[in-house]
């Protein structure tokens, strides 16, 4: 399947849209969420299996500036969900949104 580069990056994700898109489901909506707070950040892997819904957060890639500020040390995760499931893909975070058929 092709994937837009915010999925592509991102194989926890791609592997979860995968298995949606293997039991008949055709659209997804994939939210982010930078877990993590600057200045002293220390977000894990982990803490992407502790937001709610527990279960529909998967861990794409750790990053010392994340969302927006930086920090002075650790690092911050960025968490994807799947958070519904329809017709097409929709990829949205809090500023763009993009469109594709995963089928």
Known sequence: MDYPPEVSSCQNLKNKL???SSRGC???VVKE???GEASFCEGAE????RL???GDWVYCKSDDIGDV???WSGEKVLCNGVVYV???LEYADNINSWYSTIL
């Open 69 to 71: 500020s930086s920090c």
């Open 86 to 88: 329809d017709k097409d």
């Open 46 to 49: 982990c803490d992407c299996s």
């Open 33 to 35: 969420y930078w877990q």
């Open 18 to 20: 995968d298995d949606i």
């Open 52 to 54: 709610e819904p527990y």
């Open 26 to 28: 055709n659209r997804a």
